[in-house]
C-alpha cells in the first residue's frame, strides 16, 4: 500500500458549489496532514494541516482528519474558478519528510 | 512566511551537458532540504535529502552520481544534474522546512534536448 492514495480525479462541480476531496493513508504516515494545491507550472502550495482528529476550518476551507479510518478530507465551499487546480494530499511520519499522494485535479465550471 | 528560492526557473540543455539548481531559504536556517521531481501530470517524487554538512540520503532508485546534491550551508542546496538526457527532462522542485512546516521552491523545469 502506497504511504497516501488519493483519487486523481478530474472532479468537476459548478461554480458556487461544494468541493470534496479525499485522502487515505497508511500506518507508516499516520502523524501529521497537508493539503497542497497546485497550479499548472507551479510548485505546491500549503492550503490546510491537521494533526489532530475532527474538523479544522479556515475560510472556505475545512480539513476533516478521521484516525480510526485513516482518512482525511478536504471541502471547499462555494467554490470558484480559481480553485481550479491539483490538491495534493500529504502526510507525515515526523521525520521532516512529506508523502504525497498522486493529486486530484479540480475544474471549476463557471 | 518563511521563503525559498530556486534558480533558474528554466534551463533548456542539449544532452550530455550538466545542469545546476540552486535552492536557497531567505528568510530562516534550513538543516535540511528536499530534492523533488516531478513528471507531467504525476505527483511530486522524493529524489534526495539533504543535510547541511553531510552527504545526502537518496531514495531509492535514484543516482546519487547523476543526481548530485550539495548543502554546504544553512542557506543554500545545489542539485547537479549530470550528463543530463532527455529522459532527465522534468520540474524539479526543493524544499525546506521550518518548525515543522514545509515550504517550497517555485521550481526549476529542465528541458534536455
Known amino acids: 500500500q502506497k504511504e497516501v492514495e488519493q483519487n486523481s480525479g478530474p472532479l468537476s462541480v459548478p461554480e458556487g458549489a461544494i468541493a470534496s476531496l479525499n485522502c487515505t493513508y497508511s500506518?507508516?504516515?499516520?502523524?501529521?496532514f497537508f493539503w497542497y494545491r497546485q497550479y499548472s507550472g507551479k510548485s505546491p502550495e500549503l492550503i490546510m494541516s491537521?494533526?489532530?482528529?475532527g474538523d479544522k476550518e479556515d475560510g472556505r476551507f475545512t480539513a476533516q482528519l478521521n484516525k480510526a479510518s485513516q482518512y482525511v478530507s478536504l471541502l471547499i465551499r462555494d467554490s470558484q474558478p480559481s480553485d481550479s487546480a491539483t490538491y495534493l494530499c500529504?502526510?507525515?511520519?515526523?521525520?521532516?519528510?512529506?508523502?504525497f499522494g498522486t493529486g486530484t485535479r479540480l475544474t471549476v465550471i463557471p | 512566511g518563511a521563503v525559498v528560492s530556486q534558480h533558474p526557473s528554466r534551463v533548456i540543455c542539449k544532452s550530455g551537458t550538466s545542469v545546476k539548481i540552486e535552492c536557497r531559504s531567505l528568510?530562516?536556517?534550513?538543516?535540511?532540504m528536499f530534492w523533488y521531481r516531478q513528471f507531467p501530470k504525476q505527483s511530486l517524487m522524493l529524489m534526495a535529502t539533504?543535510?547541511?554538512?553531510?552527504?545526502?540520503?537518496?531514495e531509492q532508485g535514484v543516482e546519487k552520481d547523476k543526481f548530485l546534491i550539495n548543502h554546504a550551508s544553512l542557506t543554500l542546496s545545489t542539485l547537479t544534474v549530470t550528463s543530463a538526457h532527455p529522459e532527465d527532462s522534468s520540474f524539479y522542485i526543493c524544499?525546506?522546512?521550518?518548525?515543522?512546516?514545509?515550504?517550497f521552491g517555485e521550481g526549476s523545469r529542465l528541458t534536455v534536448l
Open positions: 524544499s525546506a522546512t521550518d518548525t515543522g512546516e514545509l515550504f
Open positions: 500529504a502526510a507525515t511520519p515526523g521525520a521532516n519528510n512529506l508523502f
Open positions: 539533504s543535510n547541511e554538512g553531510s552527504k545526502a540520503t537518496y
Open positions: 528568510d530562516f536556517q534550513a538543516t535540511t
Open positions: 500506518d507508516r504516515v499516520s502523524q501529521s
Open positions: 491537521i494533526y489532530s482528529n
